[in-house]
């Protein structure tokens, strides 16, 4: 044992990535300083999924332990998967390459969850690292903020007890999105507690520095939704069934009644309509004051949220499709 560090409450932290080279020596560096800050011992796991840059070659030189994923389709839930089936310590702190944890979080995290027995999952508050690099980050960075206190779900950062997702068999490799809430929808059935916790864990790179990078990732989430939705919508616990249906319905929705109005009542109904739109949009503008102080990104995320309705039913649809060819 290192003089001057706990042993107890054992702590592995597991970073994934793939092609990561451009992020991965700042995140080893910060999962370092905050180890060190928490004063327990702990082994750093890097799971690679095939990277074709220098990132092994980075993790070795940060001295983590590396583990080579050899599959032709990696995934998020691979990665995690291997990393704490390697583990061995009670707990297992997930993040991923592109992501900088705050200096006191493991000191404050792995107390937090050692405090209640029940808590399978704790994690923290997330902040856009490079917000000023594309109009994309600071947008979509503003999605991350929830509210302190029990949750449904978690992001890819988060720390787990190593028991709770040896008794679930971890994360479905199956599933290429929405692995986190099919986890924690499985752990909670179980009896386990999934925690939000206020303070900041870390600053993670949308990197995204245009509008195809911004579609993908909106695709993608509304696809996730559909498949975790239909996967569980039969059950006492329905998780993101009302995503999926709000996905489907709320756009062609708009549609059907902005031409219904058009045709009934012409320019004065549709006058009306726009006039109800804009008195919710500056109500919600009103709202998001105190989470969002710049009345510049404010009036951007709200037109991001609106026109999001489009990317998230194409995803819904794209996962019904593939669904329906496959039988």
């Known amino acids: 044992m290192m003089e001057g560090r706990s042993a107890e409450g054992g702590l592995t932290v597991v970073v994934i990535g793939l092609n990561a080279a451009a992020t991965l020596e700042a995140c080893l560096r910060s999962v370092h300083r905050a180890v060190e800050r928490s004063g327990r011992i702990a082994r750093i796991l890097y799971v690679d999924g095939g990277s074709r840059d220098g990132s092994v070659a980075i993790a070795r030189r940060a001295s983590a332990e590396v583990i080579q994923l050899h599959t032709d389709r990696p995934t998020a839930a ?12 009670p707990l297992v ?27 399978a999952c704790l994690f923290g508050q997330l902040h856009e690292a490079n917000p000023s690099g594309s109009m994309f980050n600071a947008v979509c960075g503003c999605d991350w903020y929830v509210p302190p206190g029990d949750w449904r779900m978690c992001g890819g950062n988060a720390l787990f007890r190593r028991e709770a997702l040896r008794e679930i068999d971890g994360s479905d490799e199956q599933l290429a999105a929405g692995e986190e809430a099919d986890l924690c929808w499985r752990l909670r059935q179980r009896g386990w507690r999934i925690v939000c916790d206020a303070a900041v864990m870390g600053h993670h790179d949308l990197a995204m520095i245009g509008f195809r990078a911004y579609w993908r990732r909106a695709v993608r989430s509304g696809y996730a939704y559909a498949q975790i939705g239909v996967r569980f919508a039969r059950t006492s616990d329905p998780m993101w069934l009302r995503e999926l249906v709000r996905n489907l319905v709320v756009l062609p929705a708009a549609l059907v009644v902005a031409v219904a109005v058009g045709l009934a009542s012409g320019g004065t109904g549709l006058a009306v309509l726009a006039a109800l739109v804009a008195a919710r949009l500056a109500w919600k503008f009103g709202a998001l004051r105190r989470r969002i102080p710049s009345a510049r990104l404010r009036t951007l995320y709200l037109a991001h949220l609106s026109f999001l309705r489009l990317p998230l039913f194409v995803g819904a649809v794209q996962y019904l499709a593939r669904r329906r060819t496959a039988g």
């Open 93 to 119: 702190q997930f993040v991923d390459s592109d992501t900088v944890l705050e200096p006191d979080w493991l000191e404050r995290a792995t107390l937090a969850i050692q405090a209640d027995p029940r808590i």
């Open 78 to 89: 691979k990665g995690r998967n291997a990393g704490w089936r390697a583990a061995t310590t």
